[in-house]
């Protein structure tokens, strides 16, 4: 066989696998079905995507090598911000609005563009070997979708659970649209702490000191708060202020919502404009006053001279304004969380507007029962605590967004702006008996986008008709997503679907980590440390990899900062790594962390190691070709060896099956590299050699191991399949037929079952002792610098009976392994010689040095190297001891000098064990 070129394989094996409608539901067994977590149609695949659905796509691999009827759903979500801004913008460089075209042009413009580039992601999944049901993707916006989402909305609207109403909404003042919680990024930035003057009503010379860090909103405040414990203002309640510039009356209230620490103590209550101070504003009864308009610049309730102007631009008027009247008290420093729309990036606002509500409450308590009564399982279980936080201190859902690309929302406004729901216009029409002469306007507002992923798991498989899919796969097994997006979409499918469907979504969630760079960063444009998965497995260029980094950033010096850590780290660029080293490294580092680690260089050693497996798999057939008479042979004789990797392989399924059953794809991953790399190529391969090869070998053995070879080695590439389908496919379809049988894919063939009549532990026990005389006698090569080509004395003393046994019974594959000049047994009282010495449990194996090292030189060459690391060591613990260094430096930097301390003391402990060897010579 040709080297290891994963791109030579990957895609062709992808197109046959899909042309071959391996994918599809098998038709028989137990159903087995996960839903994808929708991309949005406008994306591409990240890391934490790439990540996600690797997990999954083991999962799916496995059941179905297991016989069950397996289903993953494919399909992508209409993204209603993100799509309708990408198709803005591309309107925007031909010079157009979409005002200038229209709701329904721009809306067919839409379904122009997802038809050009929607199958994007699509094609990236495909690359990353995802094993889904191509045959019935789905949309969320296509006819079916849209008739469950449709008919949602309509019942809930019948039993009072959606209603419209005035409530302080995330705005988005350049979308100007509400947004979802999830659509605001929270950022610390440094900012002001404004204290201002307000004269007390009755008591002309005195004034309250309030703080803000939003000074433009107190033309719309309606009160002044204190905490009833402040003894400061006890006195004051109930009492008026005067607000500056509007001259408005105002009472002073107390709620213990106030902070006394912060600031003076007393702050500006704006219902209109903050949601803390909407709150209040309810439990006072306050009048709530709007001083923004779509756009957030000042409406007409604000004073005329600042009517027009940008929010900031007031902010900076009316903080000179109070500063010329004498009310500005002082100006501090002061670092805020400030709210960004992850779309538009601008600050968020506060707002009030008419919206489409869901009664919320009356769905949560079902939804909270089905995971504290275990309907529905967290993993790991910590993470149940996000999800009752949020359920048990749930708001209203404001599901309406002002954009003209989604599901617009089922309700039909007459010209006196009453309005109905229905399903269509010629329904209300009917059940309201309002005839054709009647004008009415469907709502201009669509639904949120997570209104319809909440249907996603039942929506997709025909609901509401009672399709044989539906009845087959819902509820699915198991949800695979991560920690931000519990409270948004996992809660809201759990309430939905018990709702319409009587039983939870899912039986399992499983919620990952956050994929960070190897420093434990959150990857990032701005920071410019993100890595797409495509370049990891394709390869970019160095030149390319920059410009893809800093392309659209709008600060020259953060790019140029970005270009030279990017060619800093990566010179030449990113080498074309293929997909199965990408996806083995992301099943080892899912560990149950909330963030997980990801450095490119375990993708480089997982590459070694796929390499590693198909050289395996070389040596394997080189034995195993034209040899069907012996692989089909009933007469053979299977040695201790043979016997032992049996067993081994017997271990190594339990292990890889009991982490896919409990979701430690980390520890799966890890038992099948330890097998392959440490057990079946390290010594298996090895000790097959003298047995295949060795004269005094019989007829009936070499059958045995050359058949324990080949059936060793198709088992482990169907053990490995789930994790390395690309690379195991191939290497399978070398095997003879007389080894895989006639199967027409690996991913079709049983998976590996533990039969434990086959563990056997004599021969685990044996070959653990051989095992230990090898590596003794390597790591004395090793230790004293002797070429592994020089045969040396090998002597053994102090052991047991089963021992001198053993070194009779394995001295044939220990003489190719260790190359001993010869191997002696000291007997009790014979004196033994100056020698390197390694145990093998109580037996001694002992390497007379004499002759073979030159001492003196060796002795130099260790003192160097001792010295070499221990100033190392000096000048890392001297790092680690400077208070300034660990209080500044980033923790995973003083980390790294700490583990680097860990290495040191290490290497320094065996070179001084090496150094005492040396000099007892």
């Known amino acids: 066989m040709n080297k290891y070129t994963p791109q030579d394989i990957e895609q062709s094996w992808y197109q046959k696998w899909e042309d071959s409608k391996y994918f599809a539901p098998s038709g028989t067994g137990e159903s087995f079905s996960i839903a994808i977590p929708p991309p949005n149609v406008t994306g591409t695949l990240h890391m934490g995507h790439a990540f996600q659905h690797s997990l999954v796509d083991s999962l799916i691999r496995y059941k179905r090598m297991q016989g069950y009827n397996t289903l993953w759903q494919m399909g992508t979500d209409h993204a209603g911000i993100s799509t309708q801004m990408v198709v803005t913008?591309?309107?925007?460089?031909?010079?157009?609005?979409?005002?200038?075209?229209?709701?329904?042009?721009?809306?067919?413009?839409?379904?122009?563009?997802?038809?050009?580039?929607?199958?994007?992601?699509?094609?990236?999944?495909?690359?990353?070997?995802?094993?889904?049901?191509?045959?019935?993707?789905?949309?969320?916006?296509?006819?079916?979708?849209?008739?469950?989402?449709?008919?949602?909305?309509?019942?809930?609207?019948?039993?009072?659970?959606?209603?419209?109403?005035?409530?302080?909404?995330?705005?988005?003042?350049?979308?100007?649209?509400?947004?979802?919680?999830?659509?605001?990024?929270?950022?610390?930035?440094s900012g002001s702490l404004w204290h201002f003057r307000y004269p007390l009503a009755d008591s002309p010379g005195e004034y309250l000191v309030v703080a803000t860090t939003r000074p433009e909103t107190m033309l719309g405040d309606t009160a002044v708060a204190v905490n009833p414990n402040d003894e400061r203002y006890k006195h004051l309640v109930g009492k008026t202020a005067l607000l500056p510039l509007v001259n408005r009356a105002i009472p002073i209230i107390?709620?213990?919502?106030?902070?006394?620490?912060?600031?003076?103590?007393?702050?500006?209550?704006?219902?209109?404009?903050?949601?803390?101070?909407?709150?209040?504003?309810?439990?006072?009864?306050?009048?709530?006053?709007?001083?923004?308009?779509?756009?957030?610049?000042?409406?007409?309730?604000?004073?005329?001279?600042?009517?027009?102007?940008?929010?900031?631009?007031?902010?900076?008027?009316?903080?000179?304004?109070?500063?010329?009247?004498?009310?500005?008290?002082?100006?501090?420093?002061?670092?805020?969380?400030?709210?960004?729309?992850?779309?538009?990036?601008?600050?968020?606002?506060?707002?009030?507007?008419?919206?489409?509500?869901?009664?919320?409450?009356?769905?949560?308590?079902?939804?909270?029962?089905?995971?504290?009564?275990?309907?529905?399982?967290?993993?790991?279980?910590?993470?149940?605590?996000?999800?009752?936080?949020?359920?048990?201190?749930?708001?209203?859902?404001?599901?309406?967004?002002?954009?003209?690309?989604?599901?617009?929302?089922?309700?039909?406004?007459?010209?006196?702006?009453?309005?109905?729901?229905?399903?269509?216009?010629?329904?209300?029409?009917?059940?309201?008996?309002?005839?054709?002469?009647?004008?009415?306007?469907?709502?201009?507002?669509?639904?949120?986008?997570?209104?319809?992923?909440?249907?996603?798991?039942?929506?997709?498989?025909?609901?509401?008709?009672?399709?044989?899919?539906?009845?087959?796969?819902?509820?699915?097994?198991?949800?695979?997503?991560?920690?931000?997006?519990?409270?948004?979409?996992?809660?809201?499918?759990?309430?939905?679907?018990?709702?319409?469907?009587?039983?939870?979504?899912?039986?399992?969630?499983?919620?990952?980590?956050?994929?960070?760079?190897?420093?434990?960063?959150?990857?990032?444009?701005?920071?410019?440390?993100?890595?797409?998965?495509?370049?990891?497995?394709?390869?970019?260029?160095?030149d390319d990899l920059v410009a893809k980094r800093t392309a659209n950033l709008m600060q020259p010096r953060m790019a140029q900062k970005i270009e030279k850590a990017t060619r800093k780290e990566y010179p030449d660029g990113i080498m074309a790594f293929g997909t199965d080293p990408l996806r083995f490294t992301f099943f080892a580092i899912a560990s149950r962390t909330r963030t997980v680690r990801f450095d490119l260089k375990r993708v480089e050693g997982y590459r070694n190691f796929c390499n590693k497996l198909w050289n395996a798999a070389n040596f394997v057939m080189t034995h195993v070709e034209n040899q069907d008479e012996d692989l089909n042979s009933s007469e053979i004789q299977l040695t201790p060896v043979d016997e032992w990797i049996t067993s081994e392989f017997q271990n190594v399924t339990t292990a890889v099956c009991f982490a896919m059953e409990t979701y430690r794809f980390d520890l799966a991953a890890k038992a099948i590299y330890e097998f392959i790399w440490d057990e079946f190529c390290d010594w298996y391969l090895e000790l097959s050699k003298p047995i295949l090869n060795a004269d005094t070998i019989?007829?009936?053995?070499?059958?045995?191991?050359?058949?324990?070879?080949?059936?060793?080695?198709?088992?482990?590439?169907?053990?490995?399949?789930?994790?390395?389908?690309?690379?195991?496919?191939?290497?399978?379809?070398?095997?003879?037929?007389?080894?895989?049988?006639?199967?027409?894919?690996?991913?079709?063939?049983?998976?590996?079952?533990?039969?434990?009549?086959?563990?056997?532990?004599?021969?685990?026990?044996?070959?653990?002792?051989?095992?230990?005389?090898?590596?003794?006698?390597?790591?004395?090569?090793?230790?004293?610098?002797?070429?592994?080509a020089k045969e040396i004395p090998v002597m053994f003393a102090n052991g047991t009976n089963e021992d001198r046994e053993r070194l009779d019974r394995f001295s044939d594959l220990l003489i190719p392994l260790i190359r001993p000049e010869d191997l002696i047994w000291l007997e009790p009282g014979e004196e033994k010689p100056l020698a390197a010495t390694a145990l093998a449990d109580e037996m001694e194996i002992l390497v007379p040095m004499a002759g073979l090292i030159d001492k003196e030189a060796e002795l130099a060459r260790l003192d160097k190297e001792i010295e070499r690391k221990q100033k190392d060591r000096e000048k890392t613990e001297k790092k680690i001891g400077n208070p300034n260094f660990v209080e500044k430096a980033p923790e995973e930097v003083v980390q790294k000098e700490r583990d680097k301390l860990k290495e040191l003391d290490s290497a320094l402990e065996k070179l001084n064990q090496q150094r005492m060897s040396v000099a007892s010579i």
């Open 89 to 189: 913008e591309q309107l925007a460089a031909e010079g157009i609005k979409p005002s200038d075209l229209g709701r329904g042009a721009f809306v067919e413009k839409v379904w122009d563009w997802k038809e050009e580039s929607g199958d994007t992601i699509s094609k990236q999944l495909r690359r990353l070997g995802a094993s889904l049901h191509w045959e019935t993707e789905r949309f969320t916006m296509d006819e079916g979708l849209s008739k469950a989402v449709l008919e949602v909305f309509v019942r809930l609207y019948d039993e009072g659970l959606i209603y419209r109403g005035k409530r302080l909404v995330n705005w988005d003042p350049v979308l100007k649209t509400s947004i979802s919680d999830l659509e605001v990024v929270s950022e610390e930035e």
């Open 254 to 542: 107390a709620d213990h919502y106030v902070d006394q620490e912060f600031g003076s103590g007393c702050v500006k209550i704006t219902p209109g404009h903050d949601f803390n101070d909407y709150d209040i504003g309810r439990r006072h009864d306050l009048e709530i006053i709007t001083i923004l308009n779509e756009d957030a610049s000042i409406n007409e309730n604000a004073p005329p001279k600042y009517r027009g102007m940008d929010r900031f631009e007031a902010r900076t008027a009316v903080v000179a304004d109070l500063d010329a009247l004498g009310l500005l008290d002082k100006i501090e420093d002061h670092t805020l969380a400030v709210p960004r729309g992850e779309r538009s990036g601008v600050v968020v606002e506060p707002f009030l507007s008419d919206q489409w509500f869901v009664d919320i409450k009356p769905l949560a308590d079902p939804a909270i029962k089905a995971v504290e009564e275990g309907d529905i399982e967290f993993i790991p279980k910590n993470t149940e605590n996000i999800y009752f936080a949020w359920m048990r201190n749930i708001e209203d859902w404001c599901i309406s967004r002002q954009l003209w690309w989604g599901h617009r929302i089922p309700a039909w406004y007459d010209d006196e702006g009453n309005f109905y729901v229905g399903r269509s216009e010629s329904e209300v029409r009917e059940k309201h008996d309002l005839p054709e002469d009647v004008n009415l306007e469907q709502d201009a507002d669509v639904l949120d986008t997570w209104f319809s992923s909440a249907l996603w798991t039942f929506s997709t498989l025909g609901w509401p008709d009672k399709t044989p899919e539906l009845e087959t796969f819902h509820s699915t097994d198991i949800m695979i997503t991560g920690h931000d997006i519990i409270s948004l979409w996992v809660s809201r499918m759990i309430m939905m679907t018990l709702k319409f469907i009587g039983e939870v979504p899912f039986h399992k969630v499983y919620i990952h980590g956050l994929v960070t760079d190897a420093d434990g960063q959150k990857m990032s444009k701005s920071k410019g440390n993100g890595l797409d998965p495509l370049d990891i497995v394709n390869g970019i260029s160095i």
């Open 698 to 788: 019989s007829d009936a053995q070499r059958r045995g191991t050359r058949q324990t070879l080949a059936k060793t080695m198709e088992a482990t590439l169907r053990l490995a399949h789930p994790f390395l389908p690309f690379l195991t496919e191939e290497l399978w379809q070398k095997l003879p037929e007389s080894v895989r049988g006639s199967g027409e894919t690996i991913m079709l063939q049983a998976y590996p079952a533990t039969d434990e009549t086959l563990i056997n532990q004599v021969a685990q026990d044996d070959i653990a002792w051989l095992k230990k005389v090898v590596s003794g006698v390597r790591n004395i090569r090793g230790e004293m610098d002797i070429s592994p």
